[in-house]
């Protein structure tokens, strides 16, 4: 999957799979995870925020299934 670098001193880069429904996030501090059944109005709305970080906690973080690659 290909992500997109970000602005954010949390999140590095983010990629999606529309047809998967799958989030990708890479993390500053190390990681890169896969987050589950994410509609694509959720990976707009990240891309859009003005704090990627603020966003991830109060419309990602513990609402989505994940698992870390690598």
């Known amino acids: 999957m290909n992500r997109t670098?970000?602005?954010s001193s949390a999140l590095r880069s983010v990629g999606y799979d529309a047809?998967?429904?799958l989030l990708e996030l890479e993390?500053?501090?190390?990681?890169?995870?896969?987050?589950?059944?994410v509609p694509?109005?959720?990976h707009?709305?990240?891309?859009?925020?003005?704090?990627?970080g603020?966003?991830?906690v109060r419309e990602i973080r513990?609402?989505?299934a994940y698992r870390r690659l690598g």
């Open 40 to 42: 694509g109005r959720v």
């Open 19 to 21: 047809a998967l429904l």
């Open 62 to 64: 513990g609402r989505y």
């Open 27 to 37: 993390f500053v501090h190390g990681g890169v995870y896969v987050y589950d059944a």
């Open 54 to 56: 603020r966003y991830f």
């Open 5 to 7: 670098p970000v602005d």
């Open 44 to 52: 707009r709305e990240l891309m859009a925020a003005e704090s990627h």
